[in-house]
């Protein structure tokens, strides 16, 4: 009768043992990756339908709207006076633009009037970098706006 493991039989099973913890460490590995690349994605997806939101609540809600083409032909600036205010005014200005210095999308808020370039003090929120192109098309009241900054973004 045999009472314990042969010297042999406890190689084979240390080798199969290192083989499944070799094996799964490369699929927590490869886990770790994907986790890594949806977030990335959700996180662009959220980013989008941020800009999407205040973008389209803001011209919802506009009371006065003007489109100003930029030195820039790929980009505009919207200037518009609208009732939705990230910041809690009654009635806020706010002004669309890209920055000449690195091609963000930026919103500028104040409850004074913005003008461009201004040195005054006013609420700035960057919602997207390296923009390619945002523009805004007006036909019969409808506005149709384009935003590229890697994917690009209409409604």
């Not at 799964?24 to 886990?31: H, V």
């Amino acid at each position: 009768m045999k009472k314990a493991f042969t010297l042999i039989e406890l190689l084979i099973s240390i080798a199969i043992f290192s083989i499944m913890i070799y094996a799964l460490s490369e699929m927590i590995k490869n886990l770790n990756i994907t986790k890594d690349i949806l977030q990335n994605k959700i996180k662009n997806e959220l980013n989008e339908q941020k800009i999407l939101k205040v973008l389209y609540y803001d011209i919802l809600n506009a009371v006065s709207l003007n489109i100003e083409k930029s030195p820039n032909p790929d980009f505009i600036r919207l200037y518009l006076q609208t009732t939705n205010s990230l910041y809690g005014y009654c009635k806020s200005y706010v002004v669309w633009y890209v920055s000449k210095k690195d091609n963000s999308l930026i919103r500028a808020e104040n409850r004074d009037v913005i003008t461009l370039p201004d040195n005054n003090l006013y609420y700035l929120d960057k919602f997207a970098q390296n923009v390619k192109i945002f523009k805004i098309y007006k036909n019969n009241g409808k506005y149709f706006i384009y935003l590229e900054a890697g994917k690009p973004i209409y409604f």
